[in-house]
Nanobody, 124 residues
Framework: QVQLLESGGGLVQAGGSLRLSCVLS????????MGWFRQPPGKERTFVAA????????YYVDSVKGRFTISKEHDKNSLYLQMNNLEPNDTAVYSC?????????????????WGQGTQVTVSS
């Protein structure tokens, strides 16, 4: 059974940093593209960042380019999202996704596997 477990969320002041982790069990991380999505309060879930199956290619939504970095560690079967210079608009529940389709020139299409999410709150 495939499971994704996120951690690393919390409350941080604007300009601060957080590192989100997503540990995968039941499947190897090296075989699939993965992505991060977020859902602000009262809004729909939207794409944030994606990484190719091999980890060599990444794609970001414009609003986080230069501030967020997606990466994966195959030996830990884990996906990460390093978030720097956080802004109040980044406040959301962040979820990782497995098994979608990675594109080099447009947002990742989500696959069937989701984590439960981790809350990120950025105060001004």
């Amino acid at each position: 059974q495939v499971q994704l477990l996120e951690s690393g969320g919390g409350l941080v002041q604007a300009g601060g940093s957080l590192r989100l982790s997503c540990v995968l069990s039941g499947r190897t991380i090296s075989g699939s593209p993965m992505g991060w999505f977020r859902q602000p309060p009262g809004k729909e879930r939207t794409f944030v960042a994606a990484i190719s199956w091999g980890g060599g290619l990444t794609y970001y939504v414009d609003s986080v380019k230069g501030r967020f970095t997606i990466s994966k560690e195959h030996d830990k079967n884990s996906l990460y999202l390093q978030m720097n210079n956080l802004e109040p608009n980044d406040t959301a529940v962040y979820s990782c996704n497995l098994g979608g389709v990675y594109f080099a020139d447009r947002p990742y299409n989500a696959g069937p596997y989701w984590g439960q999410g981790t809350q990120v709150t950025v105060s001004s």
